[in-house]
């Protein structure tokens, strides 16, 4: 069936390195990609989103790529810092049809980055 | 400005009872949605409003779960009879519409159900 994964549920890095967060997703219609960022006892932040007509964008210090071709989605965050610490999940918005304006999720990693 | 609020922040609640979850969304939006994230899960859909529009109920887990919208704003999400298989977060989402399905989301805090 349809699905948004994630390969690894734990990252850990030290503080001001790179981190990679990786997501796979099985629906090759998937219209729209969003990344979360849920830290414990709160909701779930609005991080970037990418749309399936681009294969990169960038924020501010985070990254996100999109391969149609395996189904592979990823956030980069350059000079990872303590409160990047976090749950991060990748999220599928399917545009039209019966689920129109929904969200789909992967089940998220948990990113932890040490002083 | 005030974002999306919901309460309680947390409910305890015996098996068999019946319990309300209230999301107030921001101010302006027009769609509104209802996740629950069970513990160490990913968020999953529950349902939707639009505006006028009937609502998106296809995540709904059995009729045991209903959600209202009134005026247009304020939403509660009712559980009847709950089960300990209901024990999750429960979190509310808000945005300006649904302009293709691509606006962001703001999500609540989320209001914690444990059903002994």
């Known amino acids: 069936g349809e699905s948004v994964g994630l390969h690894l549920p734990t990252l850990s890095v030290q503080e001001g390195d790179n981190s990679i967060i990786n997501c796979a997703y099985s629906n090759s219609a998937s219209d729209y990609f969003i990344w979360y960022k849920q830290e414990s006892g709160k909701g779930p932040q609005f991080i970037i989103d990418?749309?399936?007509?681009?294969d990169k964008r960038q924020g501010q210090r985070v990254t996100v790529l999109l391969n149609k071709t395996v189904k592979h989605l990823s956030l980069q965050i350059a000079a990872t810092q303590p409160g990047d610490s976090a749950v991060y999940f990748c999220?599928?918005?399917?545009?039209?049809?019966?689920?129109?304006?929904?969200?789909?999720f992967g089940q998220g990693t948990i990113l932890t980055v040490h002083p | 400005g005030a974002g999306v609020s919901q309460s309680p922040s947390n409910k305890v609640t015996e098996k068999g009872k019946d319990v309300e979850l209230r999301c107030d969304p921001i101010s302006g939006h027009t769609a509104l949605y209802w996740y629950r994230q069970s513990l160490g899960q990913g968020l999953e859909f529950l349902i939707y409003f639009q505006g006028n529009s009937a609502p998106d109920k296809s995540g709904l887990p059995s009729d045991r779960f209903s959600a209202e919208r009134t005026g247009g704003s304020v939403s509660t999400l009712t559980i009847q009879r709950t089960q300990q298989e209901d024990s999750a977060v429960y979190l509310c989402?808000?945005?300006?519409?649904?302009?293709?399905?691509?606006?962001?989301?703001?999500f609540g805090p989320g209001t914690r159900l444990t059903v002994t």
């Open positions: 990418i749309r399936s007509n681009m």
């Open positions: 989402a808000s945005s300006l519409g649904l302009a293709g399905g691509l606006r962001e989301q703001y």
């Open positions: 999220a599928e918005k399917r545009v039209g049809g019966t689920s129109y304006g929904k969200l789909t």
